[in-house]
């Protein structure tokens, strides 16, 4: 692995992270990286953001997934509300399902996200069709922020980052300095392994409980597969499923991806956390080289 890193075999490696059984097997850091590197996650974030929704549920925030999203939604966005509108539920946006058809690299540039995102009709009716997107994502982080009392970012913190440690960290956020739960989160590579760590022990952090179990199992449940996706990976809430092969044995992966190749794998018929962080952010093939390290140097 590190040869080929080195005689740039495998391109723009930021960092690989092992951790078998709990504990720390291999770590490394290339091109000019090092531990307390943070690392932007892209779309990985939207797993955090999956966890963000288990715990507002866990703690009664949220009272189920079956919430219909405009209950809410800002006021002064009702207005984009029809009857197919009215119908998309939390667990539509957790499996990309809500029927949106507006895409991040339309709404991203344009001044209101959430009317460019509510305004036009929906693609498909909701819960019918799987398009891999971040309106729903972003629609989750909106819902939540009305929620709450205080600031998401504040709850986020409380709730998740400061159980398990995580300090040095970077939330993106949306047009209104809201946290963004489509991507955009950056993290150290370590971090990223006790997030991934986190799930693997079912929601179990140095023997305190930070997340629920039941949370855990619904998130990595095969509720969909995502249909505009080379491989029609089936998913869960935010969690891509993903099978490699080692000496005619297969293994099945629950994965945090993002844009560029940046991947929390988690194995667990093998109790194992994979952290691949890359400098490849739109380039071609990256995601494929991460799977490939996996596969042939980890495995």
Same mark, same amino acid.
């Given at each position: 692995?590190?040869?080929?890193?080195?005689?740039?075999?495998?391109?723009?490696?930021?960092?690989?992270?092992?951790?078998?059984?709990?504990?720390?097997?291999?770590?490394?850091?290339?091109?000019?990286?090092?531990?307390?590197?943070?690392?932007?996650?892209?779309?990985?974030?939207?797993?955090?953001?999956?966890?963000?929704?288990?715990?507002?549920?866990?703690?009664?925030?949220?009272?189920?997934?079956?919430?219909?999203?405009?209950?809410?939604?800002?006021?002064?966005?009702?207005?984009?509300?029809?009857?197919?509108?009215?119908?998309?539920?939390?667990?539509?946006?957790?499996?990309?399902?809500?029927?949106?058809?507006?895409?991040?690299?339309?709404?991203?540039?344009?001044?209101?996200?959430?009317?460019?995102?509510?305004?036009?009709?929906?693609?498909?009716?909701? &819960?019918?069709?799987?398009? !891999?997107? +971040?309106?729903? %994502?972003? #629609?989750?982080? /909106?819902?939540?922020?009305?929620?709450?009392? $205080?600031?998401?970012?504040?709850?986020?913190?409380?709730?998740?980052?400061?159980?398990?440690?995580?300090?040095?960290?970077?939330?993106?956020?949306?047009?209104?300095?809201?946290?963004?739960?489509?991507?955009?989160?950056?993290?150290?590579?370590?971090?990223?392994?006790?997030?991934?760590?986190?799930?693997?022990?079912?929601?179990?952090?140095?023997?305190?409980?930070?997340?629920?179990?039941?949370?855990?199992?619904?998130?990595?449940?095969?509720?969909?597969?995502?249909?505009?996706?080379?491989?029609?990976?089936?998913?869960?809430?935010?969690?891509?499923?993903?099978?490699?092969?080692?000496?005619?044995?297969?293994?099945?992966?629950?994965?945090?991806? &993002?844009?560029?190749?940046? !991947?929390? +794998?988690?194995? %667990?018929? #093998?109790?194992? /956390?994979?952290?691949?962080?890359?400098?490849? $952010?739109?380039?071609?093939?990256?995601?494929?080289?991460?799977?490939?390290?996996?596969?042939?140097?980890?495995?």
């Amino acid at each position: 692995l590190e040869n080929d890193i080195d005689q740039n075999q495998l391109k723009g490696i930021e960092s690989v992270l092992v951790a078998k059984d709990g504990k720390i097997r291999y770590e490394n850091y290339f091109n000019g990286t090092n531990s307390e590197t943070t690392n932007d996650l892209r779309s990985a974030g939207k797993s955090i953001g999956s966890a963000i929704i288990g715990l507002a549920i866990d703690d009664g925030i949220i009272t189920s997934t079956e919430e219909k999203v405009f209950d809410y939604i800002p006021q002064s966005y009702q207005y984009t509300k029809d009857l197919e509108k009215s119908k998309i539920t939390i667990e539509h946006l957790l499996t990309m399902r809500s029927g949106i058809g507006v895409y991040e690299n339309h709404y991203q540039e344009q001044e209101d996200w959430l009317k460019t995102v509510l305004e036009p009709e929906l693609k498909y009716v909701a &819960g019918t069709r799987t398009n !891999y997107m +971040s309106a729903d %994502p972003f #629609l989750l982080s /909106v819902n939540l922020s009305e929620r709450l009392p $205080y600031p998401l970012e504040f709850y986020m913190h409380k709730r998740l980052f400061a159980p398990l440690g995580v300090k040095n960290y970077i939330l993106n956020t949306d047009d209104k300095g809201n946290p963004y739960f489509a991507g955009g989160l950056n993290l150290t590579p370590r971090d990223m392994l006790k997030f991934g760590q986190l799930y693997l022990d079912k929601g179990m952090w140095k023997g305190k409980r930070i997340l629920s179990e039941q949370w855990i199992d619904l998130s990595f449940k095969k509720h969909t597969h995502l249909e505009n996706t080379s491989k029609k990976n089936a998913y869960g809430y935010f969690w891509w499923h993903e099978d490699y092969e080692f000496k005619g044995i297969t293994y099945s992966a629950l994965e945090a991806r &993002g844009n560029g190749g940046q !991947y929390i +794998s988690i194995i %667990p018929d #093998l109790n194992l /956390v994979i952290v691949v962080s890359t400098e490849n $952010y739109n380039k071609t093939g990256a995601g494929k080289q991460t799977e490939k390290i996996i596969e042939e140097y980890v495995l």
